[in-house]
């Protein structure tokens, strides 16, 4: 079985400063990890992924996550927010089994103060 | 081109009807998920089809029945529409062995009444 927790359903930050989502996962195999993006009223975006590469993963809109195995997380991470991230922000695991299903966790919204 | 396409965008309906969303995907992936995301934003899967074949099938209302003609559509009959079934339902799509990544449509917002 596979689960993810987002710690924080809400952050908010100004826009400038550092933005840091939180995500811890739970997987009995290696795990493949996503992080999508969903403006309102839109579908889920795919910013980065990690199956297995490098550790450090960078995405589009100048995010990036690091997959840290003995803390079992992957954080998402920017170093300066801006106006347009303001959105709600899911970290997903895959089974990597059959039908390649995706857990995702409960989401958090990012809030970009100006 | 959208990749992953559904219809209606929007859905307004009474208790007790029966309803469908279509799906369709112009980019060749073998596989298709019907995902529900409920007022909190909590994100479930409920059907996963693979070259027509149904492979996950979650804990779902025998109301709810996915239909897939072909490897690009998958469509989603639901029966006797209740409150409960209020929600938003997203299509998506992957490619077996590309790392897992869907790509998801814009969503249908059904909400019954």
């Known amino acids: 079985a596979q689960s993810v927790t987002q710690l924080g359903s809400h952050v908010s930050v100004s826009e400038g400063a550092l933005v840091l989502l939180r995500c811890n996962y739970s997987s009995s195999v290696p795990p493949y990890l996503f992080w999508y993006v969903q403006y309102p009223n839109q579908g889920l975006q795919l910013l980065l992924k990690?199956?297995?590469?490098?550790?450090l993963v960078k995405g589009i809109n100048g995010f990036e996550a690091e997959f840290k195995k003995s803390e079992t997380s992957f954080h998402l991470t920017k170093p300066s927010a801006h106006m347009s991230d303001a959105a709600e922000y899911f970290c997903?695991?895959?089974?990597?089994?059959?039908?390649?299903?995706?857990?995702f966790g409960g989401g958090t919204r990012l809030m970009v103060k100006p | 081109d959208t990749a992953v396409s559904q219809t209606p965008k929007y859905l307004v309906t009474q208790m007790g009807n029966d309803k469908s969303i279509k799906c369709e995907q112009n980019?060749?992936?073998?596989?298709m998920y019907w995902y529900k995301q409920d007022s909190k934003k909590f994100l479930k899967i409920m059907f996963s089809?693979?070259?027509?074949?149904?492979?996950i099938n979650e804990t779902v209302p025998n109301r709810f029945s996915p239909k897939s003609p072909d490897k690009a559509h998958l469509n989603l009959h639901i029966n006797s529409l209740e409150l409960g079934d209020s929600a938003v339902y997203f299509c998506?799509?992957?490619?077996?062995?590309?790392?897992?990544?869907?790509?998801f449509g814009s969503g249908t917002r059904l909400t019954v009444v």
């Open positions: 998506a799509s992957s490619q077996e062995g590309d790392g897992g990544g869907y790509t």
């Open positions: 997903a695991v895959s089974d990597r089994g059959a039908g390649n299903m995706l857990t």
């Open positions: 089809y693979n070259n027509k074949e149904l492979i």
């Open positions: 990690y199956t297995s590469a490098a550790t």
């Open positions: 980019l060749g992936h073998d596989t």
